[in-house]
Every structure is written in C-alpha cells, then in structure tokens.
C-alpha cells in the first residue's frame, strides 16, 4: 500500500465520484480506479460501492477513510512538527471558523496570524459550527473557532466570550430598538438556519420552553444566503448582533434584544483525543489572544468576555 492509494481514496471519497475527483486532483479516472482496485486487492475487501450520483465508502471503506484522514495529516504535519523543536512554531494548521465569526474575524485574524507567526500556514476552512465539529472529530481539522449551546463532550475548548442574540429584519420594517419578547418574535416570519445548527437548536428549545411555534417561512445553510432573504423583506432572523457587521448592515432594520435573553458561546475547539501539535498551538493562542484583544475594544454589542480557564 502506498501513499498515494490512500490520498486518491480521501479524494474520490470527498468528492462523491471518480469523474469530479479525477478533475479535482488532474489524474485521469481510469488511473483513479487502477488505484483503487489496487487498494481494495491489498485490503481484500470493497471500499467504494457504485451508484447512480457516483460512489459512497462501504462499511469498510468508511474505516479506512477516517484513519487514512488522520495518516495523511500526521504526514502533512511531520516536516513542521521537526523544524519546530528548536525555534518558530512551523508547520501547517488546519483551522475552522463558523461563517458568522469568519464574517468579521476571519481575514483580519488570518492576517494576524501570519505577522505573529511568519512560518506557520493556515489552511482555512468555514461552516456551520456542528459540521465543523464533525471535522475535528474525523481529525480533518486541528482546531475551529466556532459557537456552541452546549457542551458536548469529546472535545477540548477554550471558551472566550459569550454573545447575546438578537433578532435583525430589514431596514423596511422599521421596527424601533429595544426588545423584543420571545413570544412575539414567534409570530413574526422568520429566516433561519437549516436544522443541525447550533443558534437553531437554541431557538428550538427557547420556543419549546413557551411552548410556542415559530414561523419560520424559509430556512438557509449560509449566513450570506440567510442575510440575503432578509434585505428582500422575506422575513427577519436572529443572529448574534455583535458579529453582524459587513452583512450588508446598512440595509437592515436597527437589532433587538431578545427577551428573556438567549446566548452563544464562542469557543475555540479542539479533539480531547490528541494532542494540537505546537504550531496549532500556537494559533489557537494566537486566536484567543487576537478576540480578547478586539472584543475589548468595545465594538462589539452584547459581547461578554469569559476567563478561557
């Protein structure tokens, strides 16, 4: 078995068929099955079963993609993790972040991070925060800045602030600041996330507790395509204020507190299960650092700052 085997196999497995794998990595297909019908002769067993929208592991197939993931990243990791113990922190960091945090934090901090540390390269990835938990499970990412409602275990974290939510509808609606009560906002069209996701499972149970029914007349996967049905007027949503800015803000009603209040973590996560190597380390201080840093500035309504200890 060669390396190679397992980097197709991560491939054709991400990209759901040989064909887009095979663009993706500018190997020809029918090389891509040569390798893998040699991957599967080696193991003895199927790895991929054959379908109409492409291919999907088997049970098998399954297993070996999770422990090929973290081979290849330990490999991807190995030249760092050497330069580094005498100097700089080195190496390549896998780092996720939620797309509402990435909307205000992600470039500047990533422009931070390559000033603080100039031999570190960030590989960047963002989306929802329970996908990006999957990802740290599967060792697919180092670490994530992401937002929690509860605290799974299975993961290492440093909380660093808590954020208040609020509810945002368009500059049409003209609604006063203030507040807004958890029953009325449940009478009110709503735009919210698609189910799993955690400012939707905080909502969930919120309207549970008052044992009312949102209205929630659309659902989006992004904050982009979320913030996009607002402006048109489709309906409001709830989003954690502080973190709204670059989201067209101009063109959106003025936030309100939602009452009682309901709140987000922001956590940095990581697998309780490994060790983050000392360049990942250093970017999640470097991270924890640069939020502290920003949120005490005071620019940031509904933000409360929590002791990382």
């Known amino acids: 078995m060669q390396l190679r085997h397992l980097r197709y196999f991560v491939k054709i497995v991400e990209a759901g068929s040989f064909s887009r794998a095979a ?7 029918p090389a891509l099955s040569q390798q893998i019908a040699e991957l599967e002769e080696e193991l003895g067993l199927p790895m991929l079963q054959r379908h109409a929208r492409g291919v999907s592991p088997t049970a098998a197939g399954e297993v070996l993609y999770r422990e090929a993931v973290v081979i290849l990243r330990q490999i991807e990791q190995l030249p760092g993790i050497v330069r580094s113990t ?31 540390l100039p031999k570190v390269m960030v590989k ?15 060792h697919g990412l180092d670490l994530a800045l992401l937002f929690e409602g509860e605290f799974p275990a299975g993961y290492s974290r440093s909380p660093l602030f808590r954020q208040r939510l609020y509810y945002i509808d368009s500059k049409r609606a003209s609604r ?12 009110l069209p709503l735009v919210l996330p698609i189910v799993p996701n ?7 149970r919120a309207f549970a507790g008052i044992g009312a029914s949102p209205n929630i ?26 973190l709204q800015h670059g989201e067209g803000a101009g063109t959106l009603g003025i936030p309100q507190l939602i009452e009682p209040p ?21 970017v999640r201080l470097a991270m924890e650092d640069y939020v502290i840093a920003h949120a005490r500035d005071g620019g940031y309504p509904g933000l409360e700052l929590l002791d990382p200890a």
């Open 23 to 29: 663009t993706t990595i500018h190997v020809a297909q």
């Open 124 to 138: 960047f990835h963002i989306s929802d925060s329970e996908t990006l938990k999957h990802e740290i499970s599967a």
């Open 217 to 242: 007349v659309s659902e989006g996967d992004q904050l982009s395509s979320i913030m996009s049905l607002v402006r048109q007027d489709i309906g409001g949503t709830v989003l954690p204020r502080a």
């Open 262 to 282: 309901l709140f987000l973590t922001a956590s940095a996560l990581w697998s309780s299960d490994t060790a983050l190597s000392r360049a990942a380390d250093a």
């Open 176 to 187: 006063s600041a203030g507040t807004i009560s958890l029953e009325r906002l449940a009478t």
């Open 86 to 116: 005498d100097g700089d922190p080195d190496g390549v960091v896998a780092l996720g972040m939620s797309s509402t945090l990435a909307a205000t934090l992600g470039g500047p901090f990533i422009q931070s991070c390559r000033e603080r």
């Open 198 to 204: 955690v400012l939707r499972s905080v909502l969930d």
